[in-house]
């Protein structure tokens, strides 16, 4: 085996609350390293979400999920505008169908204002109906501060943000073996040996493995399985903003909700259904169908003719099944050097940052961390050619005629854009990596027509064999060879 690898601080984990610790390290000179067991970031539970900012009422007070949740809400917008990532502060309606439902608003109204959330207003069936017209329900809480983004594009800028300011990122990097030295931790993955004063486990639906791993047997994660539909980009004209039913008691989510999405889509869902697998993202026929007929109850004019795809998403919840609920996030430092976060569920994105500023607190109290005053915080996206006005993109086809190609016809994406998506900063060269940050595939055609010209762009002008060419990694190859 190679010498070790030396870093001050290594994070295993790359969604968004790990790449949110590398970030947030970033600012100083210590060196910081992340492994990443998939071929990207975002590739779990972050990637794989509503797409929602939440404001914090549901959330128990006192709870570090509540207190971090506020926190997130209120400096996601700037953070969004510094990371150049699609936000909107749309505001949310929670709908009662019935006295116990306005019951739960009730208390869910009274715990927000205890969190510190702030606007949330009950509505009546009236007040609800001038609102939104086309939902259904006898009445509702208003909460103002919720919002929307990208969050597997957050995701990638955190984490393009932090390798700009010299944290270096390891994929298809397994951890296999951990164990305690003098004056910190080994680590062994993907045949190299890493050398840590400190170990983030960030590891989210696998955070428990790494857990004991290091010594820690304490932890059990429960994955619970929630699916998705995608809609058409049908928002604008349905639904400006997210509804959602009033929760009910032990559930293992929040209930099947419709949500627009940044990119103008409508997504129905998610179920809440505990598996045994934390990798098993399957869509199953009979939660599909029951998804759409809850959906319908809240906006009766939905057809199914509007559905484009759908996805699953798994969350890493400490609560048992038959219990449902939440617990409180776990982030604390279980062994000299070792912090580990864990049940890092929903509100988990909205409260990734603040939650990186505490792990940053708990090193800091081990170790100095000097202020790099090289850091730069800002980092600039790929343009978005579609949503640009005319004088705009004349002026990028003139830098660069490739912005005056058209390689997906469903969302407008360019071969200039696709290009920038390749070679991003982390290296990804994933079909699934250039989708996200270019948004290409994901229109009502889902690829049909500019997958192949992807990778006849991957193989002709960036030099993989066609065998090379896989999804999102490992074990999902599209092509065995050429046939002429």
């Given at each position: 085996m190679e010498q070790d690898l030396e870093y001050d601080v290594l994070i295993i984990g790359a969604g968004a609350v790990g790449c949110a610790v590398a970030r947030a390290l970033s600012r100083y000179t210590a060196r910081v390293a992340v492994l990443e067991q998939e071929a990207d970031v975002a590739a779990?539970?972050?990637?794989?979400?509503?797409?929602?900012?939440?404001?914090?009422?549901?959330?128990?007070?006192?709870?570090?999920?509540?207190?971090?949740?506020?926190?997130?809400?209120?400096?996601?917008?700037?953070?969004?505008?510094?990371?150049?990532?699609?936000?909107?502060?749309?505001?949310?309606?929670?709908?009662?169908?019935?006295?116990?439902?306005?019951?739960?608003?009730?208390?869910?109204?009274?715990?927000?204002?205890?969190?510190?959330?702030?606007?949330?207003?009950?509505?009546?069936?009236?007040?609800?109906?001038?609102?939104?017209?086309?939902?259904?329900?006898?009445?509702?809480?208003?909460?103002?501060?919720?919002?929307?983004?990208?969050?597997?594009?957050?995701?990638?800028?955190?984490?393009?943000?932090?390798?700009?300011?010299?944290?270096?990122?390891?994929?298809?990097?397994?951890?296999?073996?951990?164990?305690?030295?003098?004056?910190?931790?080994?680590?062994?993955?993907?045949?190299?040996?890493?050398?840590?004063?400190?170990?983030?486990?960030?590891?989210?639906?696998?955070?428990?493995?790494?857990?004991?791993?290091?010594?820690?047997?304490?932890?059990?994660?429960?994955?619970?399985?929630?699916?998705?539909?995608?809609?058409?980009?049908?928002?604008?004209?349905?639904?400006?903003?997210?509804?959602?039913?009033?929760?009910?008691?032990?559930?293992?989510?929040?209930?099947?909700?419709?949500?627009?999405?940044?990119?103008?889509?409508?997504?129905i869902g998610p179920s809440a259904e505990y598996i045994d697998a934390p990798a098993d993202t399957a869509s199953t026929q009979p939660v599909l169908d029951e998804l759409f007929r809850q959906a319908q109850r809240l906006l009766p004019g939905l057809e199914r003719r509007q559905i484009i795809g759908a996805y699953a998403g798994i969350r890493p919840k400490q609560a048992p099944p038959g219990e449902g609920g939440y617990w409180d996030f776990v982030l604390r430092e279980d062994r000299p050097g070792l912090i580990d976060l864990?049940?890092?569920?929903?509100?988990?994105?909205?409260?990734?940052?603040?939650?990186?500023?505490?792990?940053?607190?708990?090193?800091?109290?081990?170790?100095?961390?000097?202020?790099?005053?090289?850091?730069?915080?800002?980092?600039?996206?790929?343009?978005?050619?579609?949503?640009?006005?005319?004088?705009?993109r004349e002026r990028l086809i003139e830098q660069d005629p490739d912005f005056g190609e058209v390689i997906c016809r469903c969302q407008t994406v360019t071969k200039a854009e696709l290009r920038r998506a390749i070679k991003n900063p982390l290296g990804v060269k994933t079909i699934a990596g250039i989708k996200y940050r270019a948004w290409a595939t994901t229109g009502r055609c889902q690829g049909g027509y500019c997958l192949p010209r992807i990778a006849q762009l991957l193989t002709e002008d960036y030099g993989l064999a066609p065998e090379d060419v896989t999804y999102r990694g490992d074990g999902s190859n599209l092509f065995v060879g050429r046939v002429k």
């Open positions: 779990g539970t972050s990637g794989r979400n509503s797409a929602v900012v939440h404001a914090g009422f549901n959330n128990r007070p006192g709870s570090r999920m509540a207190k971090l949740c506020v926190a997130g809400n209120q400096g996601f917008e700037a953070l969004c505008n510094d990371l150049d990532v699609p936000y909107q502060k749309t505001g949310k309606l929670l709908v009662g169908f019935d006295e116990q439902d306005m019951a739960t608003l009730r208390r869910l109204k009274a715990q927000g204002d205890t969190n510190g959330c702030r606007g949330l207003a009950m509505l009546t069936q009236a007040e609800l109906h001038a609102k939104l017209p086309q939902v259904g329900g006898i009445g509702a809480m208003h909460s103002p501060e919720t919002g929307i983004f990208d969050p597997f594009l957050y995701t990638v800028a955190l984490a393009e943000n932090a390798a700009a300011n010299g944290v270096s990122f390891f994929f298809r990097a397994p951890v296999t073996q951990i164990r305690a030295i003098p004056g910190g931790w080994q680590v062994t993955a993907v045949g190299k040996r890493f050398t840590t004063r400190y170990l983030v486990n960030s590891a989210g639906l696998f955070s428990a493995q790494v857990a004991k791993l290091a010594g820690v047997g304490d932890y059990r994660i429960y994955p619970c399985r929630g699916e998705y539909f995608i809609l058409d980009q049908i928002a604008r004209d349905v639904l400006p903003l997210p509804v959602y039913p009033a929760p009910k008691q032990g559930a293992g989510g929040l209930g099947v909700h419709l949500t627009p999405t940044v990119h103008g889509n409508l997504l864990v049940g890092i569920e929903s509100p988990g994105l909205t409260a990734s940052a603040p939650l990186a500023e505490e792990v940053v607190a708990l090193i800091g109290q081990g170790m100095d961390l000097t202020p790099d005053p090289t850091y730069d915080g800002h980092r600039e996206g790929i343009p978005r050619f579609r949503d640009l006005p005319p004088e705009e």
